[in-house]
């Protein structure tokens, strides 16, 4: 049975960007988040102890969109290299990381980047 913790539409305000613009007035992103793990053991014992928190993943995922980067695929990087450090039984990550209103000469949502690993 495959099982996953999904974390969707986190909203960030951070200063991640190619520009000085951005790095100094910041943007809106937004954080999606597909883990597979095994929640097996925690769907018949009901204890945190035996799942992979998601406040726990919302802190980290926080704290590295606090450190300013150039790129999305940095940060992405960042996030999904320290989630599977601090939870070695998380089997794989998707993450979609979105900068709303990038500045690209045109009208637009949002840019986005997915990194599977």
């Known amino acids: 049975m495959k099982s996953y913790i999904l974390l969707e539409n986190i909203v960030f305000y951070a200063n991640h960007g190619v520009f000085p ?7 809106v992103f937004v954080v999606n988040l597909r883990i597979e ?5 925690a769907a ?9 928190s998601y406040a726990e993943i919302y802190d980290i995922v926080k704290q590295e969109m ?3 980067s150039k790129l999305l695929e940095h940060v992405a990087k960042r996030i999904t ?17 979105s ?7 045109g009208q637009l949502d949002s840019a986005s980047i997915v990194l599977v690993e």
């Not at 900068?99 to 000469?105: A, D, E, F, T, Y």
């Open 37 to 41: 793990t095994d929640l097996s053991k």
């Open 66 to 68: 606090d450190v300013p």
């Open 81 to 97: 290299s320290r989630l599977k450090e601090v939870f070695p039984q998380i089997k794989q990550i998707e993450i979609k990381l």
């Open 99 to 105: 900068k709303r209103n990038p500045p690209v000469g």
């Open 21 to 27: 613009q951005e790095t100094a007035v910041g943007n």
């Open 44 to 52: 018949t014992s009901d204890e945190l102890t035996d799942t992979v």
